[in-house]
């Protein structure tokens, strides 16, 4: 099925049996999981995730960790759809610290609330982790704002429903899963799976309209684009909420980092200079809108994922950051 223009695994299909039990366990509950094999841009490019769920992003699984070890999370930019494995930055960064161990559990097509999920599965399953670090950019803020579908609602078509967070009337922050999405009878009865396919087809409509990428950019600062950047500004801080439960360090670090503005306020930055966000941020985008030019995309298209030449400018860059907050344990003597 494809999600958010990307290729992905979701339950029931042959090819989730490769993963681990905890993986598939996790797929389920968030929709939709990595594809292995050709990549969705690059047809010269193959993608290799190991049973666990996570991209290739070393030449030894089993790395030492001496150091540090690193959970990087995100959408498709992280996990680095129409780049090689070795081409992608958490490739870069293996190589470049040794005794650290930099795992990418980025996921495609995924939107804060799976990323959020994706964190909470990883902290339950190992305790291995210093340091999480959140992969953002502004193509995720509306894909978990509100209920819709992807794939093809027509009848007999394939199609989920996309996890999504909302307030309930009582001012509760409520997340709504796939599993907290079923009808009573949807596979048993036609009626009842024809309402569903009808409701979140109104549902994705209104998605497409108001809350779309492509509706944001044509709104001109409207109320619908507040309440989304207002929704992932608490997604973000959520994520910082539940690394400091489990005392795990967390980093907001910003990969493509495009401004909003809205009716009366000045333009500032949705993740690098965000004034709601409650977590420490490093922008590590080109600066001057470079990584949007075809030059640094798959393929040379405009409309592709982040190059290669991209992936390596991003670890350079993020270990700048990572020498000077990790200092002490870097130089420390084994």
Wanted: net charge negative.
């Amino acid at each position: 099925m494809a999600v958010c223009g990307h290729i992905i695994v979701i339950p029931g299909k042959a090819n989730v049996r490769y993963y681990q039990d905890e993986e598939v366990e996790f797929i389920e509950n968030a929709g939709w999981g990595n594809p292995q094999g050709q990549d969705n841009e690059e047809p010269n490019v193959f993608i290799h995730c190991w049973d666990n769920g996570m991209r290739r992003s070393r030449e030894n699984e089993n790395k030492a960790k001496k150091q540090l070890k690193v959970a990087m999370v995100g959408c498709s930019f992280i996990f680095g759809l129409g780049v090689k494995d070795y081409d992608t930055m958490v490739w870069h960064l293996n190589e470049k610290y040794p005794d650290v161990v930099f795992d990418n559990w980025g996921l495609e097509g995924a939107g804060p609330l799976q990323i959020y999920a994706r964190i909470e599965h990883i902290l339950q399953h190992s305790n291995d982790y210093d340091l999480i670090v959140y992969n953002g950019y502004q193509g995720q803020m509306s894909r978990n704002c509100v209920p819709r579908a992807t794939g093809s609602l027509r009848l007999n078509g394939l199609w989920l429903p996309v996890p999504y967070a909302e307030h309930d009337l009582f001012g509760r922050y409520k997340t709504y899963f796939v599993d907290d999405q079923r009808y009573w009878g949807e596979k048993k009865s036609l009626v009842i799976d024809l309402l569903k396919r009808s409701v979140y087809l109104y549902y994705t409509k209104r998605y497409q309209e108001k809350y779309s990428p492509i509706a944001l950019s044509n709104a001109g600062g409207s109320k619908e684009e507040k309440f989304v950047v207002d929704a992932f500004t608490e997604s973000i801080n959520n994520m910082k909420l539940l690394c400091d439960k489990y005392n795990k360090d967390f980093l907001v670090c910003v990969l493509e980092d495009r401004s909003v503005k809205f009716d009366g306020q000045d333009e500032f930055y949705i993740l690098s200079s965000n004034p709601g966000l409650h977590c420490e941020t490093v922008n590590v985008s080109m600066p001057g809108n470079e990584q949007m030019k075809a030059e640094n995309r798959v393929m040379n298209h405009v409309g592709y994922h982040p190059n290669a030449k991209v992936h390596a400018y991003w670890a350079e860059k993020f270990s700048e950051y990572f020498d000077k907050r990790y200092e002490s344990v870097l130089n420390k003597k084994q």
